[in-house]
């Protein structure tokens, strides 16, 4: 009998790749084909994401276009959460889901598409099967989340924090680097607070216990071999003591803080704690413990109520903190946010779009600045894509698809996943230029 074919689209953050990563596992251990094409396919799967207007349109035109080419979808993903927006545009789809519902997913193609007898178990590698190419892949930790930022359906959606035991954590990590895993990027929803709901619980692991806790699996992922890069860092007091681990090289020299906003004001109505001068006091120290150490954060224009003076006061606080990595985007007012409920002013469109064009600027000047120091230094480069002459690889401080890249000249073929010394020739706004030594 012929394998059923299953066509698959994955939108959205990185957590919910890693939920598609499962779903499509699940799906070849069961004896289904992945169809390159949804019209040869017997059923498609749409992993939708939910965070912004923006994104559900996305996920609407993807669910469209599945149902166009193919007539039998499968919906699941954080958009799943809330399903009557879905069916008011497509109320021919066959099932919805919500996130990570990985049973209700194959409950829901068993009964699309029956599966046939399971021939290929065995062929199922250990760490299952990835999307991302195989030098890096994303390890996440935990899902859901306890804080309640008034701009965020996150938890809505994806719920309070579930914190995977640290034991299972590694031993999912140790699989992927055996596998040939160069990159290991930890994701969640609040990497800083993994282990909470558990009472930081302690679990065996090889010869001792270790506790379940931020620093504890930064400290013993680094030891595996693997570059070790954190995602979605809250700046708890706690996230001090990873520092150090950066400074020996044990994880890289990398922080992914969302940092939203700098103004006190706006800070309060999001719900976000912070203080600008203390922030920066802390990233001063950071930088004292690990000179190398590279943030990126991302940033929110246009929310309710930000004034002019809200607005400077985080351009120059940027100018000052010279984070190497910054994104923002516009606010919009998703549906159900509880920011949308404060009786704040909403800030017109075009006023949006004037304050992100300038912050984006602005960002651009330091980045460029940054990136001219590194010039005439060796560096680690991680080769992404082999080239006959020019490969394009990232630094330790660069991240896949967000941050910038390095492109390497070699007089040698280069290999994806290769680590390699490049002496940095020359750098633009964003990326390096430079040759393998």
Not at 1 to 14: D, R
Not at 37 to 57: E, Q
Request: glycine letters at 8%; charged letters at 25%.
């Amino acid at each position: 009998m012929t394998a059923p074919k299953i066509s698959f689209v994955s939108l959205g953050c990185p957590k919910a790749l890693v939920d598609s990563e499962r779903i499509i596992t699940q799906l070849r251990a069961e004896g289904y084909e992945l169809s390159k094409s949804h019209d040869g396919a017997d059923a498609v799967i749409v992993n939708t994401c939910g965070f912004l207007d923006s994104a559900k349109s996305e996920s609407l035109d993807a669910i469209g276009k599945a149902l166009k080419e193919n007539g039998k979808v499968i919906v699941t993903g954080c958009m799943g959460a809330e399903p009557g927006e879905i069916l008011a545009a497509h109320p021919q789809v066959a099932a919805i889901t919500g996130p990570q519902a990985y049973e209700s997913v194959m409950k829901a193609v068993h009964q699309a598409v029956p599966p046939v007898r399971n021939d290929f178990l065995d062929l199922i590698p250990d760490h299952g099967i990835k999307l991302t190419p195989k030098h890096y892949a994303y390890l996440k930790i935990s899902e859901g989340c306890n804080n309640r930022c008034t701009f965020c359906i996150i938890p809505k959606l994806r719920g309070d924090l579930v914190s995977r035991p640290v034991d299972e954590v590694l031993k999912e990590g140790e699989r992927l680097i055996k596998a040939g895993v160069k990159e290991v990027l930890v994701i969640s929803q609040d990497t800083s607070a993994y282990g909470l709901d558990l009472a930081y619980a302690e679990r065996p692991w090889k010869d001792r216990t270790i506790r379940t806790k931020f620093f504890d699996l930064a400290r013993e992922l680094g030891s595996l071999g693997a570059w070790v890069r954190l995602h979605y860092v809250y700046p708890y007091p706690h996230v001090d003591d990873v520092i150090p681990l950066m400074a020996e090289g044990l994880v890289l020299p990398y922080l992914d803080i969302p940092f939203q906003h700098v103004s006190p004001q706006v800070l309060k109505a999001m719900k976000r704690p912070g203080n600008q001068e203390k922030t920066l006091d802390r990233i001063r120290a950071w930088r004292d413990v690990c000179p190398d150490l590279a943030i990126r954060s991302t940033f929110i224009v246009g929310f309710p109520g930000e004034t002019d003076e809200d607005f400077e006061m985080l351009l120059e606080w940027i100018k000052e903190a010279k984070l190497e990595r910054l994104g923002a985007f516009q606010y919009e007012p998703v549906k159900g946010a509880i920011a949308n409920d404060l009786g704040l002013p909403q800030i017109p469109a075009e006023v949006k779009q004037q304050r992100y064009d300038r912050f984006m600027a602005t960002q651009q000047a330091i980045s460029a600045a940054k990136l001219k120091t590194r010039v005439g230094k060796r560096i680690k480069v991680i080769i992404d894509e082999a080239g006959p002459t020019v490969s394009k690889g990232r630094s330790q401080w660069d991240a896949p698809e967000i941050d910038g890249a390095v492109h390497v000249g070699s007089r040698r073929p280069l290999r994806a996943g290769e680590i390699v010394t490049v002496k940095i020739e020359r750098a633009d706004a964003y990326d390096l230029y430079g040759m393998a030594v």
